[in-house]
């Protein structure tokens, strides 16, 4: 299978990027590891007709500590977060699981979250976490919260000359975590996936939990009714069964040829156990 | 549109110049332009591995990768990782432990095995199986496929201990 013809550009900065985004026309697409977009092309479902490649421009790469956060380079690979487990947290462990070590090879933490795919886990590790991605267009730079980037299915509220430059991830200092997803073969996109983090507080009761679901509806979704109702509990087996029980409350997940709509919310429910218990440390 | 462009890489350590269309994926521009047919094309849809090659030092999906992506990089492909006589130590082992049966995914296998390798010299058997999940093989031949990327994690230790 061979993508549609297009034209190639290798813009030298962020400034020669969104020009040749502008002058491209509205099928211009950007290029960053590829690994979204280059399948959807080779199937004909996307052909853009001008691919900006940004693997020459500078300041899109490393991961450093910032204060409270992380600022991860929006081409930073799906590899090099996996490798860096002890920092990362959370994000490590997503990365680490997505698709296979050739595709994290390639893919980019930028390129998937503006592929903005519900079934991917970054996108759900960003919502939440609470994270932001920066966007250089032409007016400038500008933060955008994860609840805002992830509009619909495959849509996000990026401009289409914004350019993803930096995602920021806090750094959830003392948060235990935990990521699980339930898959038909180790490298398939999530039939579900859920994040969880959760501090406690000093006397071992739930001061705060983030539970997030992947592929439960057209964007990323966090599961609040069982997120409120870990709130001030001990974290328990039974606490956490009783908190998971609400993990699909509220939910549409879109059947797909894996699963109905009701297997989806058992599997949300199931799922969010286990990643609680992870970040327990009771599994 | 899609005039073609200039691609300059290093081909299993010999610097090429070729012209390409920007459609034109890795896979087609080793095997068909540059005459390296030991990496296969099976699924062509980033899922069997059989594709796997080296871009600058880490395994990819040739199948995945637009060949203008790898302007400038290296490239390993399974001709390279060792020669008839003096094979790679995976080549060595995928032989001697019964590692291929048909031997369509023996070259995506045993690229992926390298990275493997590389990431983690003395993987436990489920780490290997994990670490070759994105390789398919049709024949099912699994078992010798782990047992060979063990027995070479072996030999490469001890050889890595004496050097």
């Given at each position: 299978m061979i993508p549609a013809a297009f034209d190639y550009t290798v813009p030298g900065s962020l400034d020669e990027a969104i020009d040749a985004l502008r002058d491209g026309g509205e099928d211009a697409k950007l290029l960053a590891g590829g690994h979204s977009l280059v399948p959807l092309m080779k199937l004909r479902l996307a052909a853009p007709t001008l691919l900006v490649d940004l693997r020459r421009v500078p300041g899109l790469h490393g991961i450093e500590r910032q204060n409270g956060s992380w600022r991860i380079g929006a081409m930073t690979r799906h590899a090099e977060l996996q490798d860096r487990h002890d920092d990362l947290g959370v994000v490590a462990h997503a990365a680490a699981g997505i698709a296979d070590q050739q595709v994290r090879n390639r893919g980019t933490i930028g390129g998937s979250l503006a592929h903005?795919?519900?079934?991917?886990d970054l996108p759900t590790i960003l919502l939440t976490l609470e994270g932001t991605v920066t966007a250089m267009g032409p007016d400038g730079a500008r933060e955008i919260a994860a609840a805002d980037l992830f509009q619909d299915y495959l849509t996000?509220?990026?401009?289409?000359?914004?350019?993803?430059t930096e995602v920021r991830m806090p750094a959830m200092d003392g948060w235990g975590h935990g990521y699980q997803k339930f898959t038909?073969?180790?490298?398939?996109?999530?039939?579900v996936g859920v994040a969880a983090v959760v501090r406690k507080n000093d006397d071992g009761t739930v001061a705060e939990a983030r539970i997030g679901l992947t592929n439960m509806g057209s964007t990323p979704l966090r599961a609040t009714a069982a997120e409120e109702a870990l709130?001030?509990?001990?974290?328990?087996a039974e606490a956490i069964a009783a908190a998971a029980?609400?993990?699909?409350?509220?939910t549409n997940p879109p059947a797909d040829r894996n699963a109905s709509e009701d297997y989806k919310r058992h599997l949300a429910c199931v799922l969010t156990g286990r990643a609680l218990r992870e970040a327990a440390g009771l599994a | 549109m899609s005039t073609t462009v200039p691609v300059q890489v290093t081909v299993n350590g010999q610097a090429r110049n070729v012209q390409v269309e920007p459609r034109q994926l890795l896979v087609h521009l080793l095997r068909?332009?540059?005459?390296?047919?030991?990496t296969h094309v099976g699924c062509d849809t980033s899922n069997c591995g059989a594709c796997t090659v080296h871009v600058d030092g880490q395994s990819c999906k040739s199948c995945t990768v637009l060949a203008v992506q790898v302007d400038g990089a290296e490239i390993t492909t399974i001709e390279g990782l060792g020669q008839e006589g003096n094979l790679h130590p995976l080549q060595e082992a995928f032989w001697n432990n019964h590692g291929l049966q048909c031997g369509y995914c023996t070259p995506g296998m045993i690229m992926a095995a390298a990275d493997l390798l590389q990431r983690n010299p003395d993987p436990s058997e489920d780490e290997v199986r994990h670490g070759l999940e994105g390789n398919l093989c049709r024949c099912t031949g699994y078992h010798n496929i782990v047992k060979s990327v063990l027995d070479a994690a072996g030999k490469l230790n001890v050889t890595q201990v004496g050097a």
């Open positions: 903005g795919d519900s079934a991917s996000t509220s990026l401009d289409p000359l914004e350019i993803i038909r073969r180790a490298e398939d996109w999530a039939m709130v001030g509990q001990p974290l328990t029980g609400h993990a699909a409350d509220g | 068909d332009q540059l005459g390296l047919t030991g």
